[in-house]
């Protein structure tokens, strides 16, 4: 009896039951293109060099850890080139972008500083660190939600607002470089360290506009390839041959350079607000039988 209820209940169903292993059901996702992926591959091996340079500054090689952060610095300088050359830009690349900045430009950069004297002066130092830090948090997610501000002019793409992050990160480490050029680490020079953490920070989250560079090196023309060839192989084999004093004197010249980067913005805000104020009106043209006088015409004396 029970076989048969089952049977006129199977007989009955209209559709038949859900295989969710079926290929027809099965759920198709759609290939990526190898140009997408190429971008968030440098990305991730950027990532893979601040974690590295993390690791150096735990077991006391300053050496590498620097390196570690340069050439991460370096890659995240073409890693959004290329994924605009190869139009392989993603949301998911920005998002994967922003968080490997944080780590190679924010974390790691104040565990070296801190591994290398902040730790002398202990909870002040590492109170420095963590400001350092948390400023590069602050500086990403303000860039993020500054990307698609709609009322940005377009001259604005030309600037920063604030110091970012890669830079941050490399002027950051100017005591160590000093050090390695046979500065002496002493408690005065921990303090100025500390002291000099927390001005970089500042200038992180500060409002303060710089040249982001983003529109140099798009063309260049026929007559300049070579020598742009020849300069950019002279600068890497000066910095691997002479490292801590190209980025020290390197340093040293962007902060010089800061104030120029605000004196140029002030220069857009005053064109752009002499563009936007209202004309003066045309002057009336004179009635018939009107004499206009000018400013040069003297009143005639009275007989």
């Not at 150096?56 to 290329?82: Q, S």
């Not at 941050?168 to 020079?189: K, R, S």
Request: aromatic share 12%; with cysteine; hydrophobic share 55%.
């Amino acid at each position: 009896m029970a076989d048969a209820i089952a049977t006129d209940y199977i007989a009955v169903m209209v559709f038949a039951p859900l295989d969710p292993l079926s290929p027809e059901k099965r759920r198709r996702f759609r290939q990526i293109p190898i140009r997408t992926l190429l971008p968030n591959l440098i990305t991730l091996l950027a990532l893979c060099a601040g974690l590295t340079g993390i690791r150096m500054a735990f077991e006391n090689n300053l050496e590498l850890a620097l390196a570690a952060i340069v050439f991460a610095a370096l890659l995240d300088g073409i890693d959004g080139r290329v994924a605009r050359l190869l139009k392989g830009t993603s949301r998911f690349g920005a998002e994967l972008d922003s968080l490997a900045d944080f780590v190679n430009f924010g974390v790691a950069p104040a565990l070296i500083l801190y591994f290398w004297g902040l730790h002398e002066i202990k909870s002040v130092g590492w109170i420095a660190a963590l400001v350092f830090a948390i400023s590069s948090a602050l500086r990403l997610a303000r860039f993020n939600v500054m990307i698609d501000d709609p009322t940005r002019p377009p001259w604005a793409a030309n600037f920063f607002t604030g110091v970012p992050a890669p830079a941050g990160a490399i002027t950051l480490l100017l005591p160590v470089y000093l050090n390695l050029l046979g500065l002496p680490l002493n408690l005065a020079v921990v303090w100025l360290s500390c002291a000099y953490c927390l001005f970089i920070a500042f200038l992180m989250v500060s409002r303060l506009p710089v040249f982001s560079g983003k529109r140099v090196g798009k063309q260049v023309p026929p007559e300049f390839v070579l020598p742009v060839f020849v300069v950019v192989i002279l600068f890497f084999a000066v910095l691997i041959s002479y490292p801590w004093i190209v980025l020290s004197v390197g340093t040293l010249a962007y902060l010089t350079c800061l104030p120029f980067g605000w004196l140029s913005y002030r220069d857009y805000q005053r064109k752009d607000a002499a563009a936007a104020a209202p004309a003066p009106p045309p002057d009336e043209p004179p009635m018939p039988g009107e004499t206009v006088q000018t400013a040069d015409e003297r009143p005639t004396r009275l007989n």
